[in-house]
């Protein structure tokens, strides 16, 4: 039996009186388990979504089973938060793989949502979040030094070409501004216009690296003022 922390990122239904669980494992990575019996079971409830919990499990296969658990600590989300964390999830789900262990992953996953409960700007949370994933997941993400090795110049525009990075540009429509990677890079502050020039850069990324899939919450974020 091993005992773990962990957080669910995804639930489904599995056959009448059970549930699968994509939970994010803390130093290990993303596990599928079967909750066996919880739902005829009325004194135990299903595991939820944004909550740590402690676990007891077992198991060889692609799919192990979840035994006991306990809550560690309850977060109280907003409505928007809600929504911000089921964005995460989804992305989390998208990116990572099941038996490639990520050590830090949940580790990030957790500093992420609690982020968001103190967070003073969302855009820039997501920002943070989506950086993070992407290295964590073996990509490769840099703002701060364009493809000829020089540090960005914040005065000056820039393509970003995904597995390259920042590249000098002469083409202002298809370029974002040096300070805009420089803050994403978190060498410099973001203003409005950065804020809102990242969110058209990072969405291109993610678009980039889990094609052909779409992020269904997407069409959800877009009627929410963050």
Do not use: C
Not at 58 to 77: A, Q, W, Y
Not at 94 to 116: F, G, P, V
Not at 187 to 202: G, I
Request: hydrophobic letters at 35%.
């Amino acid at each position: 039996m091993i005992t773990s922390d962990i957080y669910i990122i995804k639930t489904s239904p599995y056959r009448e009186s059970s549930n699968l669980y994509e939970a994010i494992v803390k130093d290990i990575g993303k596990v599928t388990f079967i909750h066996k019996g919880i739902k005829a079971n009325k004194k135990r409830n299903s595991l939820e979504l944004f909550t740590p919990y402690r676990v007891n499990w077992s198991g060889k296969g692609n799919i192990k089973f979840l035994r006991e658990s306990e809550v560690i600590k309850k977060i109280d989300f907003s409505p928007t938060q809600n929504i911000l964390g089921m964005y995460f999830n989804e992305l989390m789900y998208y990116l990572t793989k099941n038996d490639y262990e990520i050590e830090k992953l949940y580790d990030h996953y957790s500093a992420s949502l609690l982020n968001l409960l103190k967070s003073k700007n969302f855009l820039i949370s997501l920002n943070d979040y989506e950086i993070g994933l992407l290295i964590l997941t073996g990509h490769y993400i840099v703002f701060d030094i364009d493809s000829d090795d020089k540090t960005i110049d914040i005065n000056e525009k820039y393509q970003y070409v995904p597995d390259l990075g920042p590249k000098l540009s002469l083409n202002i429509r298809d370029a974002y501004m040096g300070k805009t990677m420089m803050a994403l890079s978190g060498l410099h502050s973001y203003d409005t216009e950065s804020v809102k020039e990242s969110r058209v850069l990072m969405k291109r990324l993610i678009d980039y690296y889990i094609q052909p899939k779409k992020i269904k919450t997407r069409e959800i974020l877009r009627y929410i003022t963050l």
